[in-house]
Protein backbone atom coordinates (compact mmCIF):
# COMPACT_ATOMS: atom_id res chain seq x y z
CA UNK A 1 0.00 0.00 0.00
CA UNK A 2 2.65 2.38 1.06
CA UNK A 3 4.87 2.15 -2.42
CA UNK A 4 1.24 2.35 -4.20
CA UNK A 5 0.94 5.48 -2.46
CA UNK A 6 4.31 6.60 -3.60
CA UNK A 7 3.97 6.44 -6.63
CA UNK A 8 0.56 8.04 -7.07
CA UNK A 9 2.66 11.02 -5.57
CA UNK A 10 5.50 10.43 -7.45
CA UNK A 11 3.29 10.50 -11.01
CA UNK A 12 3.37 14.32 -11.71
CA UNK A 13 6.68 14.66 -10.75
CA UNK A 14 8.14 14.46 -14.36
CA UNK A 15 8.90 17.06 -17.22
CA UNK A 16 6.13 16.19 -19.09
CA UNK A 17 3.51 16.64 -16.51
CA UNK A 18 5.29 19.59 -15.31
CA UNK A 19 5.03 21.27 -17.72
CA UNK A 20 1.86 21.08 -19.04
CA UNK A 21 0.74 21.90 -15.16
CA UNK A 22 2.60 25.31 -15.67
CA UNK A 23 1.12 25.85 -19.27
CA UNK A 24 -2.47 25.03 -17.88
CA UNK A 25 -1.58 27.71 -14.74
CA UNK A 26 -0.14 30.31 -16.99
CA UNK A 27 -2.86 30.14 -19.37
CA UNK A 28 -5.75 30.19 -16.75
CA UNK A 29 -4.17 33.27 -15.13
CA UNK A 30 -4.16 34.67 -18.69
CA UNK A 31 -7.49 33.77 -19.66
CA UNK A 32 -8.73 35.63 -16.36
CA UNK A 33 -6.71 38.34 -16.20
CA UNK A 34 -7.33 39.64 -20.11
CA UNK A 35 -10.95 39.06 -19.48
CA UNK A 36 -11.32 41.51 -16.48
CA UNK A 37 -9.36 44.22 -18.40
CA UNK A 38 -11.87 43.48 -21.59
CA UNK A 39 -14.94 43.35 -19.24
CA UNK A 40 -12.99 46.38 -17.13
CA UNK A 41 -12.02 48.95 -19.86
CA UNK A 42 -14.55 47.76 -22.97
CA UNK A 43 -12.17 48.39 -25.53
CA UNK A 44 -12.03 45.13 -28.01
CA UNK A 45 -8.90 44.21 -30.00
CA UNK A 46 -8.91 41.45 -32.78
CA UNK A 47 -5.78 40.39 -31.55
CA UNK A 48 -6.44 40.30 -27.52
CA UNK A 49 -9.82 38.37 -28.54
CA UNK A 50 -7.76 35.94 -30.99
CA UNK A 51 -5.36 35.52 -27.81
CA UNK A 52 -7.71 35.10 -25.11
CA UNK A 53 -10.27 33.32 -26.70
CA UNK A 54 -8.15 30.86 -29.17
CA UNK A 55 -4.85 30.74 -28.29
CA UNK A 56 -4.47 30.63 -24.35
CA UNK A 57 -7.67 28.09 -23.86
CA UNK A 58 -5.76 25.96 -26.19
CA UNK A 59 -2.65 26.19 -24.32
CA UNK A 60 -4.74 25.49 -21.54
CA UNK A 61 -6.24 22.35 -23.03
CA UNK A 62 -2.84 21.04 -24.28
CA UNK A 63 -1.31 21.73 -21.01
CA UNK A 64 -3.89 19.64 -19.55
CA UNK A 65 -3.73 17.16 -22.07
CA UNK A 66 0.17 16.93 -21.18
CA UNK A 67 -0.54 16.20 -17.47
CA UNK A 68 -1.89 12.71 -17.84
CA UNK A 69 0.59 11.67 -20.44
CA UNK A 70 3.41 12.33 -18.06
CA UNK A 71 1.82 10.69 -15.29
CA UNK A 72 0.57 7.51 -17.62
CA UNK A 73 4.50 7.39 -18.85
CA UNK A 74 5.91 7.28 -15.36
CA UNK A 75 3.43 4.50 -14.26
CA UNK A 76 4.14 2.33 -17.38
CA UNK A 77 7.80 2.95 -15.99
CA UNK A 78 7.37 1.97 -12.59
CA UNK A 79 4.42 -1.12 -13.78
CA UNK A 80 7.55 -2.87 -15.98
CA UNK A 81 9.62 -2.45 -12.77
CA UNK A 82 7.34 -4.39 -10.31
CA UNK A 83 4.26 -5.55 -12.75
CA UNK A 84 3.16 -7.69 -9.15
CA UNK A 85 2.94 -4.54 -7.03
CA UNK A 86 1.75 -2.64 -9.17
CA UNK A 87 -2.17 -3.21 -10.68
CA UNK A 88 -2.58 -2.31 -14.46
CA UNK A 89 -5.43 0.44 -13.43
CA UNK A 90 -5.18 2.88 -10.43
CA UNK A 91 -7.46 2.18 -7.41
CA UNK A 92 -9.55 4.88 -6.36
CA UNK A 93 -9.82 4.20 -2.31
CA UNK A 94 -11.44 7.25 -0.96
CA UNK A 95 -10.82 5.82 3.05
CA UNK A 96 -7.10 6.02 2.09
CA UNK A 97 -6.44 10.40 3.12
CA UNK A 98 -4.40 11.26 0.15
CA UNK A 99 -5.99 9.82 -2.46
CA UNK A 100 -9.15 10.64 -1.31
CA UNK A 101 -7.20 14.93 -1.26
CA UNK A 102 -6.33 14.23 -4.85
CA UNK A 103 -9.38 13.14 -5.97
CA UNK A 104 -11.38 16.27 -4.45
CA UNK A 105 -8.34 18.48 -5.93
CA UNK A 106 -8.89 16.55 -9.37
CA UNK A 107 -12.68 17.63 -8.93
CA UNK A 108 -12.26 21.07 -8.22
CA UNK A 109 -9.74 21.58 -10.90
CA UNK A 110 -12.30 19.98 -13.48
CA UNK A 111 -14.66 22.01 -12.43
CA UNK A 112 -12.46 25.03 -12.61
CA UNK A 113 -11.77 24.36 -16.03
CA UNK A 114 -15.07 23.61 -17.82
CA UNK A 115 -16.04 26.96 -16.14
CA UNK A 116 -13.15 28.63 -18.04
CA UNK A 117 -12.78 26.64 -21.41
CA UNK A 118 -17.06 27.16 -21.21
CA UNK A 119 -16.53 30.92 -20.87
CA UNK A 120 -14.02 31.28 -23.05
CA UNK A 121 -16.09 28.56 -25.90
CA UNK A 122 -19.18 31.44 -25.53
CA UNK A 123 -17.56 34.73 -25.66
CA UNK A 124 -15.06 33.00 -28.35
CA UNK A 125 -18.24 32.31 -30.05
CA UNK A 126 -19.48 35.91 -30.00
CA UNK A 127 -15.86 37.21 -31.22
CA UNK A 128 -16.37 35.25 -34.36
CA UNK A 129 -19.35 37.04 -34.70
CA UNK A 130 -18.09 40.46 -34.08
CA UNK A 131 -17.35 42.89 -36.71
CA UNK A 132 -14.16 43.18 -34.77
CA UNK A 133 -13.54 39.83 -36.10
CA UNK A 134 -14.74 40.22 -39.33
CA UNK A 135 -12.88 43.34 -40.61
CA UNK A 136 -10.01 44.09 -38.46
CA UNK A 137 -8.13 40.88 -37.81
CA UNK A 138 -7.00 40.18 -41.39
CA UNK A 139 -6.04 44.32 -41.03
CA UNK A 140 -4.88 44.46 -44.71
CA UNK A 141 -7.05 41.85 -46.36
CA UNK A 142 -10.29 43.28 -45.19
CA UNK A 143 -9.55 46.96 -44.76
CA UNK A 144 -11.22 48.39 -48.00
CA UNK A 145 -14.32 46.37 -47.16
CA UNK A 146 -14.39 47.23 -43.27
CA UNK A 147 -13.32 50.68 -44.06
CA UNK A 148 -16.39 50.88 -46.87
CA UNK A 149 -19.05 49.25 -44.37
CA UNK A 150 -18.26 51.49 -41.24
CA UNK A 151 -18.88 54.77 -43.36
CA UNK A 152 -22.67 52.92 -44.86
CA UNK A 153 -26.38 53.25 -43.87
CA UNK A 154 -25.46 49.28 -42.77
CA UNK A 155 -22.97 50.58 -40.29
CA UNK A 156 -24.23 49.25 -37.08
CA UNK A 157 -25.81 45.74 -38.76
CA UNK A 158 -23.13 43.02 -38.24
CA UNK A 159 -21.07 41.33 -40.82
CA UNK A 160 -22.53 37.67 -40.10
CA UNK A 161 -26.20 39.34 -40.08
CA UNK A 162 -25.51 39.43 -44.28
CA UNK A 163 -23.27 36.94 -44.58
CA UNK A 164 -24.22 34.28 -42.34
CA UNK A 165 -28.17 34.50 -41.07
CA UNK A 166 -29.38 32.62 -38.48
CA UNK A 167 -29.57 28.75 -38.49
CA UNK A 168 -26.47 26.37 -37.63
CA UNK A 169 -26.08 24.83 -41.26
CA UNK A 170 -24.98 28.11 -42.45
CA UNK A 171 -22.91 29.09 -39.37
CA UNK A 172 -20.71 25.78 -40.21
CA UNK A 173 -20.76 26.61 -44.21
CA UNK A 174 -19.37 30.19 -42.89
CA UNK A 175 -16.54 28.80 -40.85
CA UNK A 176 -15.57 25.91 -43.16
CA UNK A 177 -14.91 28.55 -45.83
CA UNK A 178 -13.70 30.71 -42.90
CA UNK A 179 -11.09 28.62 -42.52
CA UNK A 180 -9.89 28.35 -46.09
CA UNK A 181 -9.46 32.66 -45.66
CA UNK A 182 -7.33 32.41 -42.52
CA UNK A 183 -4.75 30.02 -45.05
CA UNK A 184 -5.33 32.11 -47.81
CA UNK A 185 -4.05 34.92 -45.39
CA UNK A 186 -1.41 33.27 -43.94
CA UNK A 187 0.30 31.84 -47.10
CA UNK A 188 -0.61 35.35 -48.21
CA UNK A 189 -2.28 33.54 -51.67
CA UNK A 190 -5.58 35.73 -51.43
CA UNK A 191 -5.88 37.68 -54.74
CA UNK A 192 -5.78 41.34 -55.10
CA UNK A 193 -8.57 42.62 -55.28
CA UNK A 194 -10.43 40.27 -53.66
CA UNK A 195 -13.06 38.76 -56.55
CA UNK A 196 -16.50 39.29 -56.07
CA UNK A 197 -19.21 38.35 -56.62
CA UNK A 198 -19.25 35.95 -53.54
CA UNK A 199 -20.02 32.59 -54.79
CA UNK A 200 -22.66 30.31 -52.80
CA UNK A 201 -24.00 33.53 -50.62
CA UNK A 202 -26.91 32.48 -48.65
CA UNK A 203 -30.03 34.03 -50.58
CA UNK A 204 -31.23 37.41 -50.11
CA UNK A 205 -34.61 36.58 -48.61
CA UNK A 206 -32.99 34.23 -45.91
CA UNK A 207 -31.04 37.52 -44.69
CA UNK A 208 -32.03 41.24 -46.08
CA UNK A 209 -36.08 41.01 -46.05
CA UNK A 210 -35.04 40.19 -42.09
CA UNK A 211 -35.30 43.42 -41.87
CA UNK A 212 -36.44 45.11 -45.43
CA UNK A 213 -39.67 43.71 -45.94
CA UNK A 214 -40.96 43.59 -49.59
CA UNK A 215 -44.89 42.99 -49.20
CA UNK A 216 -44.32 46.63 -47.42
CA UNK A 217 -42.51 48.76 -49.94
CA UNK A 218 -44.20 51.70 -50.86
CA UNK A 219 -44.51 53.22 -54.31
CA UNK A 220 -42.45 56.14 -54.57
CA UNK A 221 -39.55 58.22 -53.54
CA UNK A 222 -38.09 61.74 -53.40
CA UNK A 223 -34.96 61.87 -53.96
CA UNK A 224 -32.60 65.35 -54.93
CA UNK A 225 -29.35 64.71 -56.59
CA UNK A 226 -27.20 67.26 -55.81
CA UNK A 227 -23.87 67.74 -58.43
CA UNK A 228 -21.13 70.59 -59.08
CA UNK A 229 -19.55 71.18 -62.00
CA UNK A 230 -15.92 70.89 -62.83
CA UNK A 231 -15.54 74.56 -63.46
CA UNK A 232 -14.29 77.85 -61.61
CA UNK A 233 -17.21 78.21 -59.32
CA UNK A 234 -18.09 74.87 -58.88
CA UNK A 235 -21.47 75.46 -60.42
CA UNK A 236 -24.16 73.88 -58.44
CA UNK A 237 -26.64 71.87 -60.17
CA UNK A 238 -29.61 69.97 -58.84
CA UNK A 239 -32.33 67.26 -60.11
CA UNK A 240 -35.56 66.60 -57.92
CA UNK A 241 -36.71 63.14 -58.87
CA UNK A 242 -39.48 60.93 -57.85
CA UNK A 243 -38.03 57.15 -57.84
CA UNK A 244 -40.93 54.49 -59.05
CA UNK A 245 -39.87 51.64 -56.05
CA UNK A 246 -42.91 49.79 -56.59
CA UNK A 247 -43.73 46.51 -54.52
CA UNK A 248 -44.58 43.06 -55.31
CA UNK A 249 -47.58 41.54 -56.83
CA UNK A 250 -48.93 40.75 -53.45
CA UNK A 251 -48.98 44.79 -52.88
CA UNK A 252 -51.17 47.67 -54.34
CA UNK A 253 -47.94 49.21 -55.52
CA UNK A 254 -47.25 45.95 -57.66
CA UNK A 255 -45.37 48.63 -60.46
CA UNK A 256 -41.93 49.76 -60.31
CA UNK A 257 -38.48 49.01 -59.24
CA UNK A 258 -39.53 45.92 -56.85
CA UNK A 259 -41.54 44.47 -59.34
CA UNK A 260 -38.69 42.04 -60.33
CA UNK A 261 -38.51 40.34 -56.41
CA UNK A 262 -42.04 40.23 -57.22
CA UNK A 263 -41.74 38.29 -60.30
CA UNK A 264 -39.20 35.55 -61.24
CA UNK A 265 -36.90 36.55 -63.55
CA UNK A 266 -34.14 33.99 -64.57
CA UNK A 267 -30.66 35.65 -66.45
CA UNK A 268 -27.51 34.35 -68.01
CA UNK A 269 -24.47 36.35 -67.07
CA UNK A 270 -21.39 35.59 -69.50
CA UNK A 271 -18.52 36.91 -67.37
CA UNK A 272 -17.78 36.68 -63.59
CA UNK A 273 -19.06 39.96 -62.24
CA UNK A 274 -22.74 39.47 -64.09
CA UNK A 275 -22.27 42.96 -66.56
CA UNK A 276 -22.92 40.86 -69.44
CA UNK A 277 -26.28 39.16 -69.61
CA UNK A 278 -27.31 38.13 -73.25
CA UNK A 279 -30.54 36.15 -71.70
CA UNK A 280 -33.28 36.62 -69.65
CA UNK A 281 -36.02 34.91 -68.83
CA UNK A 282 -39.65 35.81 -67.04
CA UNK A 283 -42.34 33.95 -65.43
CA UNK A 284 -45.44 35.11 -66.34
CA UNK A 285 -48.84 35.67 -64.01
CA UNK A 286 -50.03 32.51 -65.70
CA UNK A 287 -47.23 30.41 -65.70
CA UNK A 288 -45.78 31.17 -69.35
CA UNK A 289 -42.29 31.54 -70.26
CA UNK A 290 -41.18 34.85 -71.68
CA UNK A 291 -37.85 34.56 -72.94
CA UNK A 292 -35.58 37.73 -73.92
CA UNK A 293 -32.44 37.87 -75.73
CA UNK A 294 -29.52 40.37 -76.97
CA UNK A 295 -29.77 41.11 -80.21
CA UNK A 296 -26.29 41.82 -79.91
CA UNK A 297 -24.96 38.70 -78.46
CA UNK A 298 -27.20 36.24 -78.89
CA UNK A 299 -27.61 32.74 -77.60
CA UNK A 300 -27.80 29.49 -79.07
CA UNK A 301 -30.05 27.18 -77.66
CA UNK A 302 -27.48 24.48 -76.66
CA UNK A 303 -25.74 27.40 -74.98
CA UNK A 304 -28.59 28.37 -73.36
CA UNK A 305 -29.13 24.62 -72.30
CA UNK A 306 -26.32 24.76 -70.80
CA UNK A 307 -25.26 27.93 -68.92
CA UNK A 308 -25.62 28.24 -65.48
CA UNK A 309 -29.25 30.67 -64.38
CA UNK A 310 -29.35 32.39 -61.66
CA UNK A 311 -32.91 33.00 -60.41
CA UNK A 312 -32.92 37.27 -59.72
CA UNK A 313 -32.82 39.10 -56.01
CA UNK A 314 -32.29 41.78 -54.20
CA UNK A 315 -28.23 41.45 -54.74
CA UNK A 316 -28.70 41.63 -58.55
CA UNK A 317 -29.61 45.35 -58.31
CA UNK A 318 -28.35 46.16 -54.70
CA UNK A 319 -24.99 44.17 -55.08
CA UNK A 320 -23.10 46.71 -53.02
CA UNK A 321 -25.54 47.31 -49.91
CA UNK A 322 -22.49 48.23 -47.61
CA UNK A 323 -19.14 47.87 -49.34
CA UNK A 324 -19.99 51.19 -51.18
CA UNK A 325 -17.19 53.10 -52.92
CA UNK A 326 -18.13 56.69 -54.02
CA UNK A 327 -15.88 58.44 -57.22
CA UNK A 328 -14.68 61.43 -56.32
CA UNK A 329 -17.13 63.22 -58.15
CA UNK A 330 -19.90 62.20 -56.22
CA UNK A 331 -18.05 62.70 -52.76
CA UNK A 332 -16.93 66.46 -53.33
CA UNK A 333 -20.65 66.81 -54.27
CA UNK A 334 -21.24 65.29 -50.66
CA UNK A 335 -18.69 67.23 -49.07
CA UNK A 336 -20.48 70.66 -51.13
CA UNK A 337 -23.50 70.04 -49.66
CA UNK A 338 -22.55 69.34 -46.38
CA UNK A 339 -19.79 72.17 -46.02
CA UNK A 340 -16.80 70.02 -45.19
CA UNK A 341 -15.34 71.73 -48.31
CA UNK A 342 -15.47 75.23 -49.47
CA UNK A 343 -17.47 75.56 -52.60
CA UNK A 344 -16.33 78.70 -52.95
CA UNK A 345 -12.67 77.90 -53.90
CA UNK A 346 -12.01 78.06 -57.57
CA UNK A 347 -11.61 74.95 -59.37
CA UNK A 348 -11.23 72.55 -56.34
CA UNK A 349 -13.10 70.12 -57.42
CA UNK A 350 -11.67 70.06 -60.84
CA UNK A 351 -8.12 70.01 -58.82
CA UNK A 352 -9.69 67.42 -55.83
CA UNK A 353 -10.77 64.86 -58.54
CA UNK A 354 -7.55 65.09 -60.40
CA UNK A 355 -5.25 64.57 -57.70
CA UNK A 356 -7.44 61.79 -56.21
CA UNK A 357 -7.11 59.54 -59.60
CA UNK A 358 -3.91 59.51 -60.29
CA UNK A 359 -2.02 56.13 -59.44
CA UNK A 360 -0.36 55.90 -56.15
CA UNK A 361 1.96 53.08 -55.16
CA UNK A 362 1.08 53.93 -50.76
CA UNK A 363 -1.69 55.90 -49.22
CA UNK A 364 1.16 57.71 -47.28
CA UNK A 365 2.14 58.86 -51.17
CA UNK A 366 -1.24 59.83 -52.12
CA UNK A 367 -1.45 62.24 -48.73
CA UNK A 368 1.70 63.48 -49.51
CA UNK A 369 0.43 64.43 -53.22
CA UNK A 370 -3.15 66.06 -51.58
CA UNK A 371 -1.20 67.79 -49.17
CA UNK A 372 1.24 69.58 -51.73
CA UNK A 373 -1.20 69.94 -54.57
CA UNK A 374 -4.00 71.99 -53.46
CA UNK A 375 -1.95 74.43 -51.69
CA UNK A 376 0.53 74.82 -54.75
CA UNK A 377 -2.39 75.11 -57.11
CA UNK A 378 -3.56 78.04 -55.33
CA UNK A 379 -0.24 79.67 -54.70
CA UNK A 380 -0.04 79.71 -58.61
CA UNK A 381 -2.70 80.30 -59.72
CA UNK A 382 -4.86 82.12 -57.10
CA UNK A 383 -2.35 83.93 -54.81
CA UNK A 384 -5.37 86.24 -53.40
CA UNK A 385 -7.31 82.93 -53.00
CA UNK A 386 -4.51 81.19 -51.10
CA UNK A 387 -3.95 84.31 -48.11
CA UNK A 388 -7.36 84.75 -47.46
CA UNK A 389 -8.78 81.44 -47.39
CA UNK A 390 -6.18 79.68 -46.07
CA UNK A 391 -8.05 77.88 -43.21
CA UNK A 392 -10.95 76.66 -45.94
CA UNK A 393 -7.47 75.41 -48.23
CA UNK A 394 -6.43 73.28 -45.04
CA UNK A 395 -9.50 72.04 -44.18
CA UNK A 396 -10.14 70.83 -48.15
CA UNK A 397 -6.72 69.13 -48.09
CA UNK A 398 -7.84 66.96 -44.86
CA UNK A 399 -10.99 66.53 -46.50
CA UNK A 400 -10.11 65.15 -49.65
CA UNK A 401 -7.51 63.19 -47.87
CA UNK A 402 -10.34 61.61 -46.43
CA UNK A 403 -12.15 61.02 -49.76
CA UNK A 404 -8.71 58.91 -50.40
CA UNK A 405 -8.57 56.76 -47.15
CA UNK A 406 -12.25 55.70 -47.78
CA UNK A 407 -12.18 54.76 -51.35
CA UNK A 408 -8.44 53.64 -52.36
CA UNK A 409 -6.13 51.40 -50.88
CA UNK A 410 -3.37 50.55 -53.13
CA UNK A 411 -2.00 47.96 -51.35
CA UNK A 412 -4.97 45.50 -52.63
CA UNK A 413 -5.09 47.16 -56.17
CA UNK A 414 -9.04 48.47 -55.13
CA UNK A 415 -10.07 52.28 -55.47
CA UNK A 416 -13.99 53.52 -55.91
CA UNK A 417 -14.08 51.87 -59.26
CA UNK A 418 -12.59 48.27 -58.56
CA UNK A 419 -15.99 46.68 -57.50
CA UNK A 420 -19.19 47.92 -60.15
CA UNK A 421 -22.32 48.96 -58.19
CA UNK A 422 -25.42 47.69 -60.03
CA UNK A 423 -28.01 50.33 -58.42
CA UNK A 424 -28.04 53.11 -61.14
CA UNK A 425 -26.59 53.30 -64.39
CA UNK A 426 -24.18 56.44 -64.06
CA UNK A 427 -21.10 55.17 -63.35
CA UNK A 428 -21.92 51.42 -64.33
CA UNK A 429 -24.21 49.85 -66.68
CA UNK A 430 -26.55 48.72 -63.89
CA UNK A 431 -30.10 48.86 -64.95
CA UNK A 432 -28.73 48.89 -68.64
CA UNK A 433 -27.46 45.38 -67.89
CA UNK A 434 -31.20 44.38 -69.60
CA UNK A 435 -33.18 47.90 -69.75
CA UNK A 436 -30.99 48.87 -72.85
CA UNK A 437 -33.85 48.48 -75.65
CA UNK A 438 -31.75 45.25 -77.16
CA UNK A 439 -33.12 42.26 -75.22
CA UNK A 440 -35.78 40.63 -77.59
CA UNK A 441 -38.50 37.90 -77.46
CA UNK A 442 -39.41 35.70 -80.02
CA UNK A 443 -42.69 37.68 -79.51
CA UNK A 444 -41.09 40.85 -80.90
CA UNK A 445 -41.40 42.36 -76.60
CA UNK A 446 -38.36 44.55 -76.04
CA UNK A 447 -37.22 45.02 -72.43
CA UNK A 448 -37.83 48.67 -72.77
CA UNK A 449 -35.15 51.59 -71.60
CA UNK A 450 -37.78 54.44 -70.83
CA UNK A 451 -36.12 55.94 -68.48
CA UNK A 452 -39.62 56.80 -67.13
CA UNK A 453 -40.00 53.03 -65.96
CA UNK A 454 -38.09 53.94 -62.77
CA UNK A 455 -38.15 57.55 -62.43
CA UNK A 456 -39.78 60.40 -63.26
CA UNK A 457 -37.80 64.06 -63.51
CA UNK A 458 -40.37 66.45 -60.78
CA UNK A 459 -37.34 69.43 -61.38
CA UNK A 460 -33.56 69.88 -62.73
CA UNK A 461 -31.85 73.43 -62.30
CA UNK A 462 -28.58 74.10 -64.04
CA UNK A 463 -26.69 76.47 -66.26
CA UNK A 464 -28.29 75.54 -69.69
CA UNK A 465 -31.93 75.96 -68.39
CA UNK A 466 -33.71 78.45 -68.07
CA UNK A 467 -34.66 79.72 -64.21
CA UNK A 468 -38.38 79.33 -64.01
CA UNK A 469 -38.63 76.39 -67.07
CA UNK A 470 -40.28 73.00 -66.01
CA UNK A 471 -38.58 70.10 -67.42
CA UNK A 472 -40.54 66.61 -67.84
CA UNK A 473 -37.04 64.58 -69.12
CA UNK A 474 -33.82 65.03 -67.96
CA UNK A 475 -31.90 67.75 -69.90
CA UNK A 476 -28.01 66.90 -70.06
CA UNK A 477 -25.45 69.83 -69.22
CA UNK A 478 -23.84 69.36 -72.39
CA UNK A 479 -25.97 68.93 -75.78
CA UNK A 480 -25.07 65.14 -77.09
CA UNK A 481 -28.45 65.19 -78.73
CA UNK A 482 -29.37 61.83 -79.82
CA UNK A 483 -26.41 60.11 -77.98
CA UNK A 484 -28.07 60.57 -74.55
CA UNK A 485 -30.48 57.87 -75.51
CA UNK A 486 -28.11 55.44 -77.69
CA UNK A 487 -25.15 55.65 -75.10
CA UNK A 488 -24.93 54.60 -71.57
CA UNK A 489 -24.17 57.15 -68.95
CA UNK A 490 -21.06 54.75 -67.93
CA UNK A 491 -19.61 54.89 -71.23
CA UNK A 492 -18.25 58.37 -70.29
CA UNK A 493 -18.45 58.81 -66.71
CA UNK A 494 -16.92 55.25 -65.68
CA UNK A 495 -12.77 57.03 -65.95
CA UNK A 496 -12.14 59.12 -63.16
CA UNK A 497 -15.31 59.76 -61.64
CA UNK A 498 -15.54 63.14 -62.88
CA UNK A 499 -18.23 64.75 -64.75
CA UNK A 500 -16.84 64.34 -67.91
CA UNK A 501 -16.89 67.63 -70.15
CA UNK A 502 -18.46 69.93 -67.12
CA UNK A 503 -21.52 67.50 -67.95
CA UNK A 504 -23.40 66.44 -64.66
CA UNK A 505 -26.05 63.30 -64.22
CA UNK A 506 -28.49 60.90 -61.70
CA UNK A 507 -27.46 57.39 -60.68
Known amino acids: MTKEKTSVTKYLYNTTSLIGIIMAAVATGLIIAFLAVEMITGVESP ?10 PAMLILGLLLVPVGAFRVRKKLREGAPAEIPEFPRIDLNDPHKRRFFIFFNIATFIFIVIVSVASIKGYEFTESTTFCGELCHTVMAPEHTAWSNSPHAKVKCVECHVGPGAKWYVKAKISGLRQVYAVLTHSYPSPIETPIENLRPARDTCEHCHWPEKFYSGRQKVFYHYAPNETNTPREINMLINIGGTPKTPNAKGIHWHIGSEVT ?39 KAKKRLMDCTDCHNRPTHIYRSPSQEMDENFVSGHIDSTLPYIKKVAVELLTKPYKSTDEADASIAGGIPDYYNKNYPKVATEKAASIKKAVVEVQSIYHRNFFPQMKVSWNTYPNHIGHFYTPGCFRCHDGKHRSPQGKLISKDCNLCHTVL ?48 D
Do not use: W
Open 47 to 56: YLGLLVYFAF
Open 267 to 305: YIATDRKREVIPYISVKEKDGRITEYMSTETPLTRDEIA
Open 459 to 506: SQKQENIPAGTQVKNFVHPVDIGDEIYKTNCSDCHTAGGEDVAGSGGH
